[in-house]
């Protein structure tokens, strides 16, 4: 537990650490986001539902448009089952986001709301399709 503690303050005295995002999104998800650049950006997601599969999520997103109070992003992801069972694939589907990060209050720059529109593309029986997600975010500066 020390060991994890530790890890934390050197983690959050970095100056790396302020391109990290986390997102708590309402259909059971919680999201990890890490910006390399000014425009692309990766995110990592895991389903935190306990009453399905554990499945993973892994995106990479290109910045189509950056204003002050918003950016739209569009990317390509895949969707996994780490632990399958014989049921379920590895690799789920494969899918593509489209995502806008809204940070509407001047005065707490480091909270947003999300709301992505992704596109699956499955191998199983009615599992393609149209997936949307609202979420909070909270960014590390």
């Not at 999300?114 to 960014?139: K, P, Q």
């Amino acid at each position: 537990m020390k060991n994890f503690f530790l890890a934390l303050l050197i983690f959050t005295s970095l100056s790396t650490f302020s391109q990290f995002k986390i997102t708590g999104y309402f259909d059971a998800e919680i999201g990890v986001n890490y910006a390399f650049s000014d425009k692309l950006q990766a995110e990592l997601r895991v389903n935190d539902n306990l009453g399905i599969e554990f499945n993973t999520e892994f995106s990479l997103l290109y910045k189509l448009v950056s204003k002050k109070a918003y950016n739209l992003n569009f990317g390509i992801g895949v969707s996994t089952f780490p632990f399958h069972s014989d049921k379920t694939d590895f690799i789920e589907s494969f899918y593509l986001p489209l995502q806008i990060e809204i940070t509407p209050f001047k005065e707490v720059r480091n909270f947003g709301l999300v709301l992505e529109s992704a596109y699956h593309f499955s191998d199983a029986t009615d599992a393609s399709g149209i997936r949307n997600s609202i979420g909070i975010r909270y960014i590390f500066n």
